[in-house]
């Protein structure tokens, strides 16, 4: 006789035969037996204090592992507040699943009290949403919608009527599907007419996306061995080392040195990156693409030439099949020149500005941290100054990178402690982001992880107020009070600070000590970004 068991309890061991480790999400009436089943089994349920911070955690826990992420919700309210997360995981195409309660079987398609359609309710936030109709039915629906998320990468949904949960199903043996995560090769005659490609360069440039975050040191050479100065997106900031043809990120706040080497270059070579800034698309340079993913190859920026793999693996072909191509010496002289100034630029500014400028926090932070560290990034004014200043030692960043939803990085930096527990992680936020959803913080006690939160705290929405000023409009709505973060902290049973930008590095080194969840609020100045065009 086949063996049952709850659906609840399938449904769990599905998940963690899939990888599984954490369960973000609230409890809420919809999904108690599912959440009971979680406080006796291998996977790990973690409390939020919202949903949206459950979604942004689930998406950022894939972003960072590469593994699955995992939410769960009540129905109706619960269930609306999965959107923003689930729209960064969609636009950041990672792996999420997400498993909602819904009313009674009886209810649906009535005005039960929390009722909605689920699934117009998320279906442009995920790339597949479907109700679970008949409870001897979970196999194969929840297994279908993994395989979709993994192999297609971002956010599927599954409800689940509350009556459903305490149902007997047949438990069906599951098995493993590795083959889901390999990643498609161009034949060896592509490679070929990639490296030709390549070394008729003269003048090139490469731009390091996180699909390269495994490749560093292949890029890197690639980077010796043509003379080609290397750009990098957002995420890239924490992986990317000091070296004398390292020139910069692009985007707000980002290396005019990198758009000036654009300007003159004959080819860019964009590795594992779909950020682009259209000011910087031109006909003049010709585009070579390496993505895993054949869809990534034009997106951004329209290329040439496409070469599909993982990174690591085509550079290192590349570079095999390169030989010994001369660099041209004058190029690769003007870049590290460039890649010099610019360093020389950004001490200046440092060295004029006032006391508060937040881009000598961001130096600051970026001495102190080690190269394990992960850095949780939140959105405004502050990621423009991580973006100009930030020195990296290898080490991740996380991002909400086309969805920009404000909030991101309370959840992100709890499924980054739990991932890796180890290392040091730093939630790099706003006093507008952190307003938002500041009961994470609470959260991160209750876990018991010693997070340090560093809130630069500017009393204003500053990228929204130099929007204005800079359109000629009358700032309205960009003011905050100024709340004593450091308090809510103390409040919530972790440690607080309020101080200045001179006593940054000794709060640092506070919160690394302090074994508990730790919050500085520094007082930085709104200073306008010089190169916020880019």
């Known amino acids: 006789m086949a063996k049952t068991a709850s659906l609840a309890q399938h449904l769990a061991d599905i998940l963690a035969s899939w990888g599984a480790k954490f369960i973000f999400g609230l409890v809420g009436d919809s999904i108690l037996p599912f959440v009971s089943i979680l406080g006796k089994h291998s996977i790990r349920f973690i409390p939020l204090r919202n ?10 826990c894939a972003k960072l592992t590469g593994e699955l992420g995992v939410v769960l919700a009540d129905g109706g309210p619960g269930t609306g507040h999965l959107v923003n997360g689930l729209a960064d995981a969609t636009s950041d195409a990672v792996p999420v699943m997400a498993i909602t309660g819904q009313v009674e079987s009886m209810y649906m398609g009535t005005g039960h009290k929390q009722y909605i359609n689920q699934q117009k309710l998320l279906g442009s936030v995920t790339i597949r949403s479907e109700n679970l109709a008949n409870p001897q039915s979970l196999s194969t629906i929840a297994t279908d919608l993994l395989r979709t998320a993994v192999a297609q990468g971002g956010p599927v949904h599954l409800s689940v009527p509350k009556d459903f ?30 490296a030709d490609w390549v070394g008729r360069l003269r003048k090139p440039m490469i731009l390091a996306g996180r699909g390269a975050s495994r490749a560093m040191a292949e890029v890197m050479a690639l980077s010796e061995r043509i003379g080609a100065g290397v750009m990098h997106t957002l995420p890239m900031a924490g992986m990317i080392p000091s070296h004398p043809l390292a020139v910069g990120g692009i985007g707000e706040g980002g290396s005019e040195a990198a758009v000036e080497l654009m300007s003159q270059c004959d080819g860019l070579n964009k590795i594992g990156a779909t950020y682009w800034p259209t000011s910087l698309t031109t006909d003049r340079q010709k585009v070579l693409a390496i993505d895993a993913h054949p869809a990534n190859i034009s997106r951004g920026v329209p290329a040439d030439f496409g070469v599909v793999g993982d990174a690591k693996r085509v550079l290192s072909t590349l570079l095999s099949k390169l030989g010994a191509c001369p660099a041209n010496q004058t190029w690769r ?6 890649a010099g100034d610019w360093e020389d630029r950004l001490a200046k500014e440092l060295a004029q500005g006032q006391e508060g400028h937040p881009g000598r926090a961001v130096r600051l932070l970026s001495e102190h941290a080690g190269s394990e560290a992960v850095f949780c990034l939140d959105v405004g004014d502050h990621v423009l100054w991580f973006n100009r200043f930030f020195q990296g030692k290898g080490q991740p960043v996380l991002v909400s990178g086309r969805w920009r939803g404000m909030g991101f990085s309370l959840g992100a930096s709890i499924a980054a402690k739990l991932a890796r527990p180890d290392a040091q992680v730093f939630c790099l936020i706003g006093d507008g982001g952190f307003s938002m959803l500041m009961g994470e913080f609470a959260s991160c006690v209750e876990l018991q992880l010693p997070i340090t939160f560093v809130l630069m705290n500017n009393r204003a929405y500053a990228m929204e107020k130099s929007a204005m000023a800079a359109g000629g409009l009358k700032p309205l709505g960009v003011e905050l009070q100024d709340i004593r973060y450091c308090q809510v902290a103390e409040a919530c049973g972790g440690m607080g600070w309020r101080i200045t930008t001179r006593e940054f590095k000794d709060a640092l080194l506070q919160a690394k000590e302090a074994g508990k969840p730790a919050l500085i609020d520094l007082q930085v100045e709104p200073v306008p970004v010089p190169t916020a065009h880019t």
């Open 51 to 60: 949903e949206e911070s459950a979604a942004y955690a689930a998406s950022a």
């Open 165 to 194: 949960w305490q149902h007997k199903v047949k438990a069906v043996q599951l098995k493993a599907e590795p083959y889901l995560t390999q990643v498609p090769q161009s034949p060896e005659e592509v490679l070929d007419e990639a």
């Open 333 to 338: 002289e003007q870049v590290a020149r460039s």
